[in-house]
């Protein structure tokens, strides 16, 4: 079964660090460029990060460069986002991607930075 599995979301204070992790099966993960998107309340889907297939270029949305960081790592078929300094603004729902001739999508975790 294609999947992606999204995980490490919650609840955590303004300038508090998460680490998300996204497992992939069914696939082979490493013939795949990856795409973080994140989703707002009442907002449409962003992407925020990609990362290439072998994980040497990544690029960022302008609202989370210097703050958030891609990696991926192909003998775990995982991919990581970790989100330091966050910002109330980073809530959202955040969702992993594979795309080229194969578009997989994850459920998506919940990030909520509150105090």
């Known amino acids: 079964q294609v999947q992606l599995v999204e995980s490490g979301g919650g609840l955590v204070q303004p300038g508090g660090s998460l680490r998300l992790s996204c497992a992939a099966s069914?696939?082979?993960?490493?013939?795949?460029?990856m795409r973080w998107y994140r989703q707002a309340p009442g907002k449409e889907r962003e992407l925020i990060t990609t990362i290439s297939r072998n994980g040497v270029r990544t690029s960022y949305a302008n609202s989370v460069k210097g703050r958030f960081t891609v990696s991926r790592d192909n003998a775990k078929n995982t991919v990581y986002l970790q989100m330091n300094s966050l910002k109330p603004e980073d809530t959202a729902v955040y969702y992993c991607?594979?795309?080229?001739?194969?578009?997989?999508w994850g459920q998506g975790t919940l990030v909520t930075v509150s105090s």
């Open positions: 069914g696939f082979t993960f490493s013939s795949y460029p």
């Open positions: 991607n594979a795309y080229g001739d194969l578009e997989v």
